[in-house]
């Protein structure tokens, strides 16, 4: 079997597309993804845990305080920060919760509530990510419990999906439409969205810019947070240049327990403020962008 008949999307490359208008022309869309996440101090035994999540010291016979408490950190202080930067710009995210999440700290998702932030969800926590070693049903149940959590804290069912640490088995999409999610946020390979197809119908791929998520680029890959504003910069330049042809798209992932330290956070904001002064750029949330697109392909 190929690596294309696994993939659930044409292979269409960006200059062979019908040309894409965001709403009002403006050349780009740009949406933030906060990631609202939690890291178990006593995973199952048979949970997968990516040996490079960031902070642990990996499968050890002791508890991980030190990376428990680094997300805790992210949940109790930096994402306190990460609102106010937002509020100050008047910009609302797409808040990814996991079922942890969602069923331990109510406060948060009154906080996320009150601001009419979206909520997608986020798999159950940081340390079950998806893979090939879950069968179908456990991984139909773990998607539909951590869908079902966040419905229950919020009132609303999540219409987006970003896996833990962008995890997905072979069967994750045909089962994410089959539960009726709308769009996922795991497959970061394009400017633009696109349709994923499957057996129960097609969903709207957002690929976020992996490059530029603040973990991938500062803690993993150790460029400086001063680089990483200045590269959403220079990709936004060189995006709305290439949008005079057809609209792009810049998705980014940011997470509290990084980007929320005081010695941080200050780069996040230069990149908002940097974000709003720019004309043709379109605000909005990753579940606006599906939406948007999906009608555009129903229309056209």
Do not use: K
């Given at each position: 079997m190929?690596?294309?008949?696994?993939?659930?999307?044409?292979?269409?490359?960006?200059?062979?597309?019908?040309?894409?208008a965001w709403p009002g022309g403006h050349r780009v869309a740009f949406s933030i993804v906060v990631c609202a996440e939690y890291y178990e101090l006593h995973p199952p035994d048979d949970a997968f845990i990516p040996p490079n999540v960031p902070g642990g010291f990996g499968r050890a016979p002791y508890p991980d305080v030190r990376a428990f408490s680094q997300r805790e950190y992210g949940n109790r202080v930096g994402i306190f920060r990460v609102i106010e930067a937002l509020d100050r710009y008047h910009i609302r995210p797409t808040v990814a919760a996991d079922a942890c999440i969602a069923a331990g700290?109510?406060?948060?998702?009154?906080?996320?509530?009150?601001?009419?932030?979206?909520?997608?969800?986020?798999?159950y926590s940081l340390t079950r990510v998806i893979s090939n070693k879950m069968t179908e049903e456990q991984e139909r149940e773990y998607i539909g419990n951590s869908l079902n959590a966040v419905e229950r804290a919020s009132g609303v069912k999540p219409g987006g999906w970003h896996g833990p640490?962008?995890?997905?088995?072979?069967?994750?999409?045909a089962i994410l439409a089959e539960l009726g999610v709308k769009y996922v946020l795991d497959w970061?390979?394009?400017?633009?969205?696109?349709?994923?197809?499957?057996?129960?119908?097609?969903?709207?791929?957002?690929?976020m810019?992996?490059?530029?998520?603040?973990?991938?680029?500062?803690?993993?890959?150790?460029?400086?947070?001063?680089?990483?504003?200045?590269?959403i910069s220079e990709a936004l330049d060189q995006l709305q240049t290439d949008g005079v042809a057809a609209g792009r798209h810049l998705v980014l992932n940011v997470h509290p327990w990084l980007i929320g330290h005081p010695h941080r956070i200050g780069y996040l904001e230069?990149?908002?403020?940097?974000?709003?002064?720019?004309?043709?750029v379109w605000m909005a949330t990753a579940g606006e962008i599906a939406a948007f697109y999906r009608s555009q392909q129903s229309s056209g």
């Open positions: 190929s690596d294309r008949d696994q993939v659930y999307y044409d292979n269409v490359v960006i200059v062979r597309r019908p040309p894409l700290y109510p406060y948060l998702i009154d906080q996320f509530q009150r601001r009419n932030w979206e909520i997608a969800a986020h798999g640490e962008y995890g997905e088995s072979e069967r994750t999409p970061p390979n394009d400017e633009q969205p696109y349709l994923m197809n499957t057996p129960s119908g097609s969903m709207v791929s957002i690929p810019a992996l490059e530029l998520d603040d973990v991938v680029i500062h803690y993993h890959r150790r460029v400086s947070l001063a680089r990483w504003r200045q590269a230069e990149a908002l403020a940097d974000v709003c002064r720019r004309g043709n």
